[in-house]
Structures are given as structure tokens and as C-alpha cells.
């Protein structure tokens, strides 16, 4: 890396680069220095790396800024590029909807502004016309309020540089920045308030509506820019770099910048009913989505001590353009985000922002498994400072864990086990030892119980045994060692015949005999001697037992003899008593059942209707709100099903564009052919029409060959849309399936815990009527539409949960409906009107209601 | 996303001998290669270990451990196939360099596994990279990291560090050479529990069970990070084929052959 370009980049760091000081200015000066002198030579590459690391280290968009101010005054023709380059960069931004991007550009055109690059009066026409395009779409008669997700977007943008340049936009141009605040503040008085319904971390499913007094992002942002302005747009954590510069930035040259559009309004549905809007809204959301919705887990006295609120904007700002944009980039991302420029301490800020990012719904920008890595490396970091905070973070959420929505609870878990497993699986387990005095179903327990199945997943049984030792009563908690519970051990004397059965077939696979050759024996001897239970048990568990010794031992056995198992599992009630076997033979071990399953959807030996069907057979349902074991299974069948038509939707738009490209090819050669056809050629001295017959013959083969090509990549495009559309079928059918399961399953059972339609969370005349050992008869009490028996118990520490189980129930399956529909609600949206005729008709529980409407972010209809 | 700190022209700091192309042809497959290879595992290691881990970057296809030549046991390193390219790259971009089973691990991507790779190529039967341990990225040895990432942070939370520092062991001195993969995370809060700090005591504490004796064959290997890697990696391939009629309950023998079949039936239900 030549020196120019590391003094760039590191700008504003403490590196050998600057000789290990901080001094902003001292960094401008000397970076200045090398960039000026480079300039002539190499202004091609110096360009667009500046624009890039203005771009992708947007936390110090300042000093980038006050660099290509002191360049204009050395080369304008540069600096005009600059400018330029950023138009067209904004403008495309725009028009593709990138958000970060946008917003990152607008930042750096402010600071340009403050480096007098920019006229003041240009940027307010930037936000003028990204102000009149946000009031045009929420104008009901004009604009397409649907699409409101944009329109604040654009608000936001605006809003988000005046921490920026917002004192100088006061002083150089009071009128202009007055008016836009003015129409901001119209935008605000039309735009409706954005309900955080179906996306907020924690909801009480009792409560209506909730978020009516609460402020949404935008109104938040909109009063911390107030209160910013009152107090003199001074703010602690933006730094002003240019100001030391002010005497001789004042005589560069300001220069144009073309005004810029934005996109057209979307059409607003040519039949506009609650549906179609509806479904445009939820597109438009996902286009825009909000960047961040606070979790607020910690005290303010923690996170806002001795800041302005807009401080906490702009912090917030930094952290997640650092982990947007050095995603990927381990050490660089740990290192900008821990050495922040700022005045005051933000641990447990940056804490909150990162879980409130690993735990945004519906979808975090990145898998969870990357805030997982940034949270290790934070807490390398910072060895003394971060594992406190983020200790402190999961016990806020562990106290919280009852409101916690599930999707964000699952995420919790996998992060947490995970988390530990880096750092020895070290944690003071004591704290949650009250969890055993708690009923099976309390969500603390489940928590702790599901955290500990994690761990041992990722270690062994053992290991995490020895982890909980100073807390001995929780090994209660741990789920049984993982081994396989094969019905035809030696030593298991009982149905004697069965057991020589499976010798018999573990003899015929040991002998390497063909599928064929098992089914004939099948068919010829077991089924019509023994009938088809017994054949099924036998079979699938004398197959499970071969595979069982790891993951590729099934897989194994799965593609050799999958066939004698479809051609017994032959239709979905068998495919159910298969899934049933799998579950009973690796009982103990619930990631190998899972596995298992995945395994035969795979290879498509049992259906997701199947799967579905077993989920919600009574023993399953019995468990829905003690352990996690059976919505894994159903959310793996789920997202598998979604996983192949994601896979079939990219693969359908590569094809296309090797149609395009065949095409081209077929007519490039055809024209070839028919030119060379139509020339006169002399032969042997005679005209002849077209070209030596040996270029003839070579160009008709092509052109034959192209037309082939073009041919058969359509035939396969074509294959693979009949394909997509049998998977979205499938994935339509899927969904009436579940719903229908979920909706039967919950009639009785939400009947019985509501009152006037609320669930009541608890029994206050029952609450000492303690009954603890009671929860055998739980089985019978569910299937009866649940228990009447209050389980609470008043013994331990902690706020006592005294929630009665069947009430429990209800909660924990209600909210799996809510966060299953919110993370397909995309592939369901298009269903929605067989969905509302076949499923979500009248006489459905309003809270079942609630949860589906929720979860697709549908506006609540007055039913 | 950001390529300011990427060197575009370093996809993987390893050439395998027996890809069939020349540099160019095997930087074009592992652009678009769906399978990563994973090494420095430990040799207890499960194939559903490393499932639960990898699959938390995409749904996976496959798994081939890697196995000792001689010894058909694991040896350290598999391969992992997903589905998508997407799902591959992040197995690379955010697994590699953390821990799996007690050990930092290294994801790379591969240029796809093929019969016969998955027997260890090193000299003594095992893992070839392991013989060349210093190409490792400095992040994921169990180096004392924590003095050299301090410096260059802001003067702020450097003072603030200095006065933690006291308060966390980072080296638990007792187990002599060989250096903690990571500090020891450090909650207090509601309860501060002093005797924390002793972490790594965890294990030895116990003495005569096995895993004390996995520990101490973990030290072994990382003990001789400064000495002679050959050496070091026959004894760990001796003490490990010592340890191996031990009964180890959490893995789960393994032969990748049917023949094999029969024996390990046999050996894990006595």
C-alpha cells in the first residue's frame, strides 16, 4: 500500500501512520501534504479511494470531508470530480434503493458543505426535493401512502446529517434550513404513527395496541433534533475538523451540484382494498426497514449518563455503519468500534445496539451468527469492560424473558450457548438455580433448560456437567446423554421376534444387498407374516441404528436404502409413523431426531405435510410450552420448504440471463449465416451465391449449435418456473396446513384460559394453593383442554411467575404462530385471500387472529 | 461489503498440491466453491458438533471428517458442503478464528472434496496444515493477543482497561507455558464471584476422569508452538492413539468404511 493510501485510510487513528498521535488537525496537515503532491500523478486512484473510505468508514466522514476541502483549494478541477462523482452516486443510490448508501452520501455531502466545497443553498435543494417527494407519498389524493416506509426514509436521511452541518446551516443560511424544518414538521403532523406491532422485541399479547403513546423511530429521531436545535446544534459526538481549518477553506471555490430526482411514487394498487395495500405496505417495509428499534434493557442512568439524547443518535450511527459496512472484517471492526472518537463512555450503548441488533425483527441486516462474532471479539477487546456489559444485557433479557418474543428468544439461545462456548463455557450459573423451583413451563426455566441443550450440542454432555457443577441441582435441567434408544439391543429380551427380524436385516446390509433385494424380502416375508407396524418398527429402526454412528453414517444409509423406506412410507400416514420411529429411537437426543427428518424431507422420504401432522399429534403438543423440541422440527420443515424456493428464484434469474445471452449468440450467428449468405462469391471464377462452401458449412453448424443452445436453455428455464410453481403450491398448502393445525389445536385450550378474550396471566385465589408434584397428570388435564390446577408457586427469589400452564400453553404457541408468520410473511402475503376465506374466518380466536395479522404486519381489521 | 480491508488477491493463503489447474483455474473454483475446509479441530470433534456450528451459517449438504491414513481416526480437520455460496461465505467470514470443542478453528474455502481427501496427508498420517502451524492467522493462536490489541485503541478506554485488568486473570498462570486461548470473561454484576477467576482450575479439578487427560493432550499441542512441529505432532498423533482404547462416551468411533461397520457396532454397544 503506497503511503498516500494508508495516510487516507487511517486518517483520524492512532497508528505508526501518524506516528501514534491523535490530532486531528496534525492528520489533515500531513495527510494533505502527501495527498497534494500525489494528486498530479495519481488523481485516478486517489478519487475513487476517497470517495470509498468516505463511503465505507462513514464515522469519519468529517475529516474526509475537510481533506477534500483543503484539495480545493489546491486543484478545484479535482474536487469538482468529487462533487460530481458523489451526484451521480447519490442519484444512483436512489434510484436503487439503497438505504445505507444514501444516507452515508448525504452525510458526506453535508460535511463538504462545512468545508465550503458546497454551497449551503445546494444541499437545501437536496432536501427540499427528498422532503416534497416523502409529502407527496403520504397525500392521500396524490402520493401512495402505502408506501410511507420510503417517505420516512427520507426524512430520516435528512434529519440524520444535521448533527453534521447543522450549526453551519443555521448560521450561513437561516431561512433555507427553517423552511425545511417547517415542512418537516407538516410531514410529520400528516404522516400516520408507525405501529411497532409484530416487530417489537417485547409484546404483551393481552395489551392492545401498546406502542400509541410510545414515540415510533422517526418521531423520536425528529425530537432529538429538536432538542438539538435548542440547544445551539452543539453536540459532544461529531468532531469539527474543519473549523481549524476555517481561515483558508473560506477561499475555496464552492461548486455546482446537479440537482438530483427521486424515484417515481410507486402506483398505489389498481384495486385498492385492505389486502392489496396491505401487501404493499409490508413490501415497502421490507425495502426500507428501519435500522434499529431499540431494545431498552439497561437503566438510562446507564446509557444517556451526561449525554444529549442526539448523542446517543449519533453513536448509534457510528456502531452500525461500522458493523454494516466492515462486515467481514474482524479486527478492523472490533478496533474502530471500541476507539470511537468520542468524549463519554458508550459500553453499554454499544452493548444495546448490537443486541438490539442480533434481536431485530423480522430480520437482523446480517445472520445472527455475525453479531455473535462481534460480541466475542468485543469482549476480547475489552476484557475488563465488555463481558460485564453483556452479562448485564442477558440478564436484563433473562428477567424480561417471559415478554421476550419467541423468534428473539431462539435467537437469544443460539447466540448465548454459542457465546459461552467460545469463552469455556464459564457463567454463574447460581443466579438461575431458582429456575428448578419454578413449574417446567416457566419461560425462565425453558430458557435456561434450551441454553443448556445448545451448549451440550456444540460440546458433550460431560463437558457442560462439569460447567454447571458449582450449581449442581440444574443438571435436572440437562436433557438425557444423547445415545440412540434402538429397540433390539442385544440385552432387551422382549419381542423376540422382531429382534431376530432386525438381525436379519442388519445381516442383509452388512452384506452389501441391494434395495431390491431388502424390498422383495420385505414384501415377501415380513409384511404379509408380520403386518405393516411391526415391519415399519423393525425396518426403520434397524436402518436408524446402522446410521446412527454420525451424520454421514445416515446420510449414507439414507441414499442406499431410501428407497426400501419410501416404498413402506408410502403415503403420509405412514410417513407420520416413520417420523415417530425417528423420534423414538433418538429420543434422547433431539438434534439427531431433527437431523434425521431434515435428512428424509431431503430426500423427500417423508413430506413437510407429514412433518406438520406429526408436530401437531398430542404428544408434541403436549411439549409446546416446555421445550423447544418439536417447533425446531416444524420450523427446519418450514424453511427448507422456503430454502428451495429462494434456491429455485436465483437459479431462474441466472437461467434467464443465460437465455438473454443465448439469444444474443443465436442471432449473432443467424445474422452471420444470412449475410454471408446473400454475397455473391466468386468460385472457381464463376459468381456463386454465398460465401466457400467451407465457411458455409462451418456457419450454419453455428448458427444450428447456437439455436440449440438458445433451445434448450429455455426448455430448462422452463423446467425450473414448472418447478418454482409446484414449490410455491406446496409452500401454499404447507401454510393452510399449518394454520389449520394451529387453529385446532388452539380452540379448546384458548377457550378455556380466556377471560372476556384476555388471557389471564395468573390465578390469584389459587396462587397458595400449592400443588408441585402434580404435573404427571398434565398429559390428560392438556388434551382435555387444559389443566384447571394452578401450578404457581411462591418459593423462589425472584418476581414470582405464577402463570398457570394451560394459560402457559396458549401464550407459547400463540407467539410461534406470530413469529413463524412474521418470518415467512413475505411467501404468505400472496395467499392471504385463501388464507382469509379458508383459515381466518369469523368464528377464529381473536387472538389467534391477532398473532397471524401481527405477524404479516397487517393492519388490524375490526373483527 | 467493504474491500478496503480485504486483499482481493488473497482468497486462501493455502494451495493444495493436488488441485488439478493451475493458480488462476483454482482461485475461479474457490470463488464459487460451496465447500469450506475446517482445520485445526480437535480430534474428538464430532461430525454433529461441527453440525450444530456450521449449520448456523446455511443448511448443510455434507460433512467428510478428515481421517488419519493409518489410523482411520479423525485427525483434525472435514470438510463442510452447504447449498448456497452465500451460506459458504459466511462459514468463512464468521466462523473461522472461533471456537469449536475447546479449540480455535480455521475455515477456508475448498475447491471442493473429493474421494480420497479426506485421508490426513501430513507425514504421520494427520493433518498437512498442522505441520505447518505458522501459517495460521495470528488472530486464532493462542497467543497473549490481548497486549498487542490494546494498542492503538483510544486513550480512553486503554486507562479504562488498565484499571480492569487487575481484575481478570487472563493467564491462570498455573498451567505454566501454555497460553489461554482467550481472557476469561469477566460478570460481575450481581453476585461477584472471586473464585471465577480461576477458570482453567475447571478441569483440573477433576483430576482422573478423561477429560483432564483430553486437557492435558489439548496443552501438549499447543505447548510447542515455539518448538519443533514435526515432533510436536507425533506426539500428539502417539498420545492420541494412547488415549484411543480409552472409552471416551462423547465420540462415537468411527470407521468412514461398511467393513468397519460390524467392529464399531460391536465396540460402542459392549
Known sequence: ?863 | MASLFRDPNKISAYRDRRFPGDQEEFEQTLLKSTTVYVGNMSFYTTEEQAYELFSRAGEIKKITMGLDKNTKTPCGFCFVLYYSREDTEDAVKYISGTILDERPIRVDFDWGFQEGRQWGRGRSGGQVRDEYRTDYDPDILPKLFILAVFSGYGKLVQKELEAQRELVDYNAGSLGSFHPIMPLPHYGGRHERHERNQGYGGSQRHGRDFHHRKRYRDDDRREPEMSKRTSDHESRRNYDQDSRPEKNPRFRERGDSDEDEEGDHRRRRP
Open chain 1, 1 to 863: 500500500m503506497s503511503s498516500w493510501r494508508s495516510l487516507v485510510l487511517r486518517i483520524g487513528e492512532k497508528c505508526p501512520e501518524y506516528g501514534g498521535n491523535v490530532d486531528f488537525k496534525d492528520h489533515l496537515e500531513t495527510c494533505f501534504g502527501v495527498v497534494r503532491r500525489e494528486l498530479e500523478h495519481s488523481s485516478d486512484d486517489i478519487l475513487p479511494f476517497l470517495l470509498q473510505c468516505a463511503k465505507e468508514l462513514p464515522h469519519k466522514i468529517p475529516l474526509y470531508g475537510t481533506l477534500v476541502g483543503l484539495l480545493n483549494l489546491e486543484n478545484e478541477e479535482f474536487v469538482r470530480e468529487v462533487v460530481e462523482k458523489t451526484q451521480t452516486n447519490l442519484q444512483d443510490a436512489l434510484f436503487t434503493g439503497s438505504c445505507n448508501k444514501t444516507r452515508v452520501l448525504l452525510r458526506f455531502l453535508t460535511v463538504l458543505m462545512c468545508s465550503k466545497v458546497l454551497q449551503p443553498s445546494s444541499l437545501i435543494v437536496v432536501f427540499e426535493t427528498l422532503l416534497s417527494s416523502a409529502a407527496t407519498t403520504v397525500d392521500e389524493d396524490k402520493g401512495n401512502p402505502s408506501w410511507q416506509a420510503r417517505a420516512d426514509f427520507y426524512i430520516t436521511c435528512i434529519l440524520s446529517c444535521l448533527p453534521w452541518g447543522g450549526a453551519e446551516l443555521v448560521e450561513q443560511v437561516p431561512e433555507e434550513i427553517d423552511r425545511v424544518m417547517v415542512g418537516i414538521e407538516a410531514y410529520m403532523s400528516i404522516r400516520s404513527h408507525v405501529s411497532d406491532i409484530g416487530l417489537s422485541a417485547f409484546e404483551d399479547f393481552n395489551v392492545n395496541d401498546k406502542s400509541g403513546g410510545e414515540k415510533d423511530f422517526l418521531e423520536d429521531l425528529w425530537g432529538r433534533i429538536q432538542d438539538l436545535s435548542s440547544s445551539g446544534w452543539k453536540l459532544e459526538s461529531v468532531p469539527r475538523p474543519h473549523l481549524s481549518f476555517e481561515p483558508q477553506l473560506v477561499g475555496g471555490k464552492a461548486h455546482e451540484f446537479a440537482p438530483i430526482n427521486c424515484p417515481e411514487q410507486p402506483e398505489s394498487p389498481a384495486a385498492p382494498s385492505e389486502i392489496s395495500c396491505g401487501r404493499q405496505k409490508y413490501e415497502s417495509e421490507l425495502k426500507y426497514p428501519q435500522r434499529i428499534r431499540r431494545l431498552n434493557i439497561f437503566p438510562a442512568s446507564k446509557l444517556e449518563v451526561d449525554i444529549q439524547p442526539i448523542d446517543r443518535f449519533v453513536v448509534e450511527e457510528y456502531l452500525l455503519d461500522v458493523l454494516f459496512f466492515l462486515n467481514g472484517c474482524r479486527k478492523e471492526g472490533a478496533s474502530y468500534m471500541v476507539g470511537l472518537h468520542v468524549p463519554f463512555r458508550y459500553e453499554y450503548l454499544m452493548a444495546e445496539t448490537i443486541f438490539s441488533q442480533l434481536l431485530l425483527l423480522p430480520q437482523p441486516p446480517f445472520r445472527p451468527l455475525y453479531y455473535t462474532l462481534v460480541i466475542i471479539d468485543l469482549c476480547k477487546a475489552l476484557p475488563g469492560a465488555f463481558p460485564t456489559v453483556v452479562a448485564g444485557a442477558v440478564r436484563a433479557l433473562f428477567d424480561k424473558i417471559a415478554d421476550l418474543d419467541m423468534e428473539c428468544r431462539t435467537r437469544l439461545i443460539l447466540w448465548f450457548a454459542h457465546h459461552l462456548s467460545n469463552f469455556q463455557f464459564i457463567w454463574p450459573w447460581e443466579e438461575w438455580a431458582f429456575v428448578l423451583e419454578l413449574p417446567k413451563w416457566a419461560p425462565q426455566r425453558v430458557f435456561v433448560q434450551e441454553v443448556l441443550e445448545r451448549e451440550i450440542r456444540l460440546s458433550y454432555w460431560e463437558k457442560i456437567k462439569q460447567s454447571i457443577e458449582d450449581t449442581p441441582t440444574l443438571v435436572e435441567l440437562l436433557p438425557p446423554k444423547g445415545l440412540p434408544n434402538f429397540r433390539y439391543t442385544a440385552e432387551d429380551g422382549r419381542d423376540e421376534t422382531e429382534h431376530s427380524l432386525s438381525v436379519e436385516l442388519n445381516g442383509m446390509v452388512k452384506g452389501r444387498l441391494s434395495s431390491k433385494e431388502i424390498m422383495s424380502w420385505i414384501d415377501e416375508t415380513v409384511l404379509p407374516t408380520h403386518g405393516l407396524d411391526v415391519t415399519l418398527r423393525v425396518v426403520i429402526q434397524t436402518l436408524l441404528d446402522i446410521g446412527s454412528k454420525s451424520f454421514t453414517h445416515l446420510v449414507t444409509v439414507l441414499e442406499r436404502y431410501g428407497q426400501v423406506i419410501s416404498r413402506l412410507c408410502n403415503d403420509q400416514d405412514k410417513q407420520v409413523m416413520l417420523i415417530a420411529e425417528v423420534s423414538c429411537y433418538w429420543k434422547n437426543n433431539t438434534q439427531m431426531t431433527a437431523i434425521a427428518i431434515d435428512r428424509m424431507m431431503s430426500y423427500r422420504l417423508i413430506s413437510n405435510l407429514a412433518i406438520v401432522r406429526w408436530v401437531f399429534s398430542p404428544s408434541n403438543v403436549n411439549q409446546f410450552h416446555t421445550s423447544d423440541r418439536p417447533w425446531e422440527i416444524l420450523i427446519n420443515a418450514v424453511s427448507k420448504t422456503y430454502n428451495r424456493i429462494t434456491d429455485l428464484r436465483k437459479e431462474i434469474s441466472s437461467i434467464k440471463n443465460d437465455v438473454l445471452s443465448a439469444e444474443k449468440a443465436s442471432s449473432k450467428a443467424r445474422e452471420e449465416l444470412e449475410s454471408a449468405d446473400s454475397k455473391l462469391s466468386l468460385m472457381d471464377g464463376e459468381p456463386v451465391v454465398g460465401e466457400n462452401p467451407m465457411k458455409m458449412k462451418r456457419l450454419r453448424t453455428s448458427a444450428e449449435k447456437a439455436k440449440e443452445e438458445e433451445a434448450s436453455t429455455r426448455e430448462s428455464l422452463e423446467a425450473k418456473e414448472a418447478l418454482l410453481a409446484r414449490a410455491i403450491n406446496e409452500n401454499e398448502v404447507l401454510f393452510l396446513a399449518l394454520y389449520t393445525s394451529f387453529s385446532t389445536v388452539l380452540v379448546e385450550p384458548l377457550r378455556d384460559a380466556c377471560i372476556d378474550g384476555i388471557l389471564q396471566p395468573s390465578d390469584k385465589v389459587d396462587e397458595m394453593a400449592i400443588d408441585t408434584d402434580d404435573t404427571s397428570t398434565m398429559d390428560l388435564d392438556m388434551e382435555n383442554g387444559g389443566s384447571k390446577k394452578s401450578h404457581s408457586n411462591g418459593r423462589q427469589s425472584s418476581d414470582s411467575y405464577n402463570v398457570k400452564e394451560n394459560v402457559q400453553w396458549c401464550l407459547s404457541t400463540l407467539a410461534y404462530v406470530k413469529s413463524i408468520t412474521r418470518q415467512y410473511a413475505s411467501e404468505i402475503w400472496p395467499h392471504v385471500e385463501k388464507l382469509d376465506k379458508e383459515i381466518l374466518t369469523e368464528d377464529m380466536h381473536p387472538l389467534l387472529r391477532k398473532a397471524i395479522y401481527s405477524g404479516l404486519r397487517r393492519p388490524p381489521t375490526g373483527l
